[in-house]
T-cell receptor, first 108, second 114 residues
């Protein structure tokens, strides 16, 4: 069973920041927060992960609250190609189970 | 190849038949996962291998489903007596031992049972 909850869908204007929330209130101390996305007809693609600290890479930023009960994935300048389903998962020792994710639609 | 390869990309089979789906992980990756995905849903965990052994097969829906990874690289998902409800995209992913959770997925095998 997924340990995270996400809104089923969100819209974002092209060029604006997309902020995707994830609730993981039951996350344990040794579980990492991972984000993946899945573009139509493709396999999921790794985006970013973190444990406690905020993380940034070339794709996105991950903000994790101090109590680790929630996090936000930020795509700083969303493009049409970022339209996808985004999955937030809590991972411990290779246990990777996906929920339904958030369908992000970037609109021109 | 550089990525995870799954064959065939598409498979149509008749109800009651046996099918095998193959996954070639990234070379050197010790962890291998199988998922299945129905339209509009997230990937559903089936089984996870660490090396040759199935570390967690709790997601296999019933005893018609079986997976092997005899040499710790290529894996085969086997489905006996297929049913129409088995129709889905079957995804395989692999990850290195030092980067668990950062998995690389194949393009999937679309299985259609008619």
């Amino acid at each position: 069973d997924a340990k995270t909850t996400q809104p089923p869908s969100m819209d974002c204007a092209e060029g604006r920041a997309a902020n995707l929330p994830c609730n993981h209130s039951t996350i344990s101390g040794n579980e990492y927060v991972y984000w993946y996305r899945q573009i139509h007809s493709q396999g999921p693609q790794y985006i970013i992960h973190g444990l406690k600290n905020n993380e940034t890479n070339e794709m996105a930023s991950l903000i994790i609250t101090e109590d680790r009960k929630s996090s936000t994935l930020i795509l700083p300048h969303a493009t049409l190609r970022d339209t996808a389903v985004y999955y937030c998962i809590a991972v411990n020792n290779n246990d990777m189970r996906f929920g339904a994710g958030t369908r992000l639609t970037v609109k021109p | 190849g550089a990525g995870v390869s799954q064959t065939p990309s598409n498979k149509v089979t008749e109800k009651g038949k046996y099918v095998e789906l193959r996954c070639d992980p990234i070379s050197g990756h010790t962890a291998l996962y199988w998922y299945r995905q129905s339209l509009g849903q997230g990937p559903e965990f089936l089984i996870y291998f660490q090396g040759t052994g199935a570390a967690d097969d709790s997601g296999l829906p019933n005893d018609r489903f079986f997976a092997v990874r005899p040499e710790g690289s290529v894996s085969t998902l086997k489905i006996q007596r297929t049913e129409r409800g088995d129709s889905a995209v079957y995804l395989c992913a692999s990850s290195g031992s030092g980067a668990w959770g950062e998995a690389f997925f194949g393009q999937g095998t679309r299985l259609t049972v008619v």
